[in-house]
């Protein structure tokens, strides 16, 4: 099996595009439009991207989306995307769209059983969490998401493994990223958000960039017609590579100017 191809698919992208093709650009927020920071408050996407982003707006035939494993609030909160741009957080089980500069929700109706068993396992975790400098916990409306990126290699050993064992409880699905573990109640994943926006905005191909081990989900889900880039380096179903966000920045700029945006 073959790696990745180098590089952003910025020719394929504008030739797709141009034989009128429609296209759902999507895109991970942290690692991917924003660098990775030690404070989840501070991560802001780069300026280059933001400008990217608008320009890409106006391109016939392009829908937008950010789909993130944040918290809706927070990731609306942050993210600086044009309105019409589709706002996708906890890993697929929260929706929005940015409009007149507002976030836009779609609501999530959680059974009790569900939001029970969330509380039971985000109460487990902060007991355990709650003595150790550097990790934190947080709270969604369809999961709870313990954060180790700043305790000590310990302590967040420890952590990840309590909560791996959370996750093998009935009706719990974990994801194990980049120093988090995710314990959802609900069977959703970044995949199965990009299959319901493929359905509902009628585009004939995806492009998903993410850099993380959840955003591997998405890869494996997508088909051939589809356009998968990673961001950064390590093991990947993606068949595209880039090495930064701020080469993924340079490259949506790059694709604006070969669609020949504004």
Do not use: C, N
């Amino acid at each position: 099996m073959t790696g990745p191809t180098a590089g952003f698919p910025t020719d394929e992208l504008v030739a797709r595009l141009r034989a009128g093709d429609r296209v759902l650009l999507a895109l991970d927020f942290d690692g991917t439009l924003a660098p990775l920071v030690d404070d989840p408050d501070a991560s802001r996407a780069l300026p280059e991207a933001v400008v990217a982003l608008d320009r890409l707006s106006g391109a016939s035939g392009l829908e937008l989306a950010l789909v993130s494993g944040r918290h809706l609030d927070d990731l609306s909160r942050l993210a600086q995307v044009p309105d019409g741009t589709w706002l996708v957080g906890s890993h697929g089980a929260e929706r929005g769209r940015r409009v007149a500069g507002a976030l836009e929700r779609v609501a999530l109706d959680l059974p009790p059983e569900a939001a029970a068993l969330r509380d039971e396992i985000g109460d487990d975790l902060d007991a355990a969490a709650g003595t150790v400098g550097g990790a934190r916990v947080e709270h969604k409306p369809a999961s709870v998401v313990l954060h180790t990126r700043t305790a000590t290699p310990a302590d967040a050993a420890r952590l990840t493994e309590l909560a791996l064992a959370l996750g093998e409880r009935e009706g719990v699905d974990a994801m194990h990223g980049k120093d988090v573990v995710e314990l959802s109640v609900l069977d959703v994943t970044k995949g199965h958000a990009l299959a319901d926006l493929r359905g509902e905005l009628e585009v004939a191909v995806v492009v998903y960039v993410g850099d993380d081990v959840t955003d591997e989900r998405a890869f494996v889900t997508l088909g051939a017609q589809d356009v998968t880039v990673k961001v950064g380096p390590g093991e990947t179903a993606a068949r595209h590579r880039t090495d930064s966000p701020e080469s993924l920045a340079e490259a949506l700029g790059a694709l604006a100017t070969g669609l020949d945006l504004p």
